[in-house]
């Protein structure tokens, strides 16, 4: 029991950092989707395309950041589902493995 109990806490931590990592991306491609809003629409714009530097529409640079933000929002769902489903287990798990320590001591 006490080792399902140190599996969930791992897969809880690995799960927040996944979360982490989604809210940062997320976070800079709302900051990418603002600064591209106060550009004009002829306004140069490169992307960066391995060790490329390619122009593009700003158009299409907002489409794409418009769906990676739609795909990244669902992700983020995903596992903040995934969070809570990993904090429920431990929580119902925590007061069996106190009975369970308890009766040994």
């Known amino acids: 029991m006490f080792l399902r109990y140190q599996q969930l806490q791992q897969q809880l931590q690995l799960v927040q950092a996944r979360k982490r990592q989604i809210q940062l991306e997320l976070a800079e491609v709302e ?13 140069p714009i490169y992307k960066s395309v391995g060790s490329l530097l390619i122009r ?7 489409k794409e950041l418009e769906d990676r933000r739609e795909f990244l929002n669902l992700r983020l769902k995903s596992v903040e589902r995934e969070e ?9 798990l925590e007061p069996k493995l106190r009975r369970a320590l308890g009766a040994r001591g």
């Open 31 to 43: 900051n990418a989707l603002k600064e591209l809003e106060k550009l004009g629409d002829d306004a």
């Open 56 to 62: 593009v529409d700003k158009a299409s640079v907002m």
């Open 84 to 92: 809570e489903r990993a904090q429920q287990q431990l929580e119902e």
